[in-house]
């Protein structure tokens, strides 16, 4: 069975589980829609036409998203007076399958609405949680404790090099350390 529907000013033949791009209806995704122009319904060789619509016909579809057509580039040129205009469009469409094709009862047909997830957004709640200064000597033996461990590690990779690389070491600080004096006389 398969039937012409009329909507958004244009005529599309659909049958039933078909997915069809039409202009932009107001409706959310997951929405089903009762379209009731319907101008022919085919069922093989029975055939049904409207003058211009049937009565009490309808087609039952579903929402499956609101998207936006290819863009469209329109390119306006006045010869020899250097006047150009560039211009773009995206046309708003929506992509329905179509459910049921009703040939009666069309008017008792009704959508239903898509469940709403919820949106509900967590609001972090900071709670300050007000303690009591240290005493500044704990402070100090904390910093004790960190520069100890600090040293103690570059000693332990200072350990862990191999005994080729150390004689470079020392023999570049020798270089390094001698200072020439100099003295003038006046």
Do not use: C, W
């Amino acid at each position: 069975m398969y039937a012409v529907v009329k909507t958004g000013g244009k005529q599309y033949r659909v049958e039933k589980e078909d997915v069809v791009l039409v202009e932009k209806l107001n409706a959310n995704d997951g929405d089903q829609l009762v379209l009731g122009d319907v101008l022919m319904i085919g069922d093989g060789k029975k055939l049904t036409l409207g003058t211009p619509l049937i009565n009490d016909a309808a087609v039952m579809a579903q929402v499956i998203r609101q998207t936006r057509g290819p863009k469209i580039t329109m390119i306006y040129k006045r010869r020899r007076k250097n006047s150009r205009r560039k211009q773009g469009h995206k046309q708003d469409l929506t992509l329905l399958k179509i459910i049921d094709i009703a040939e009666t009862g069309g008017s008792k047909l009704s959508p239903k609405k898509a469940t709403a997830k919820s949106t509900e957004k967590k609001i972090k709640v900071e709670t300050k949680v007000k303690t009591e200064p240290q005493p500044k000597v704990f402070e100090d033996k904390v910093k004790k404790e960190v520069k100890a461990k600090s040293t103690a590690s570059k000693k332990s990779e200072s350990k862990t090099k191999s005994a080729a690389t150390k004689p470079e070491i020392k023999a570049k600080t020798k270089t390094t350390t001698k200072t020439k004096k100099t003295t003038t006389k006046k």
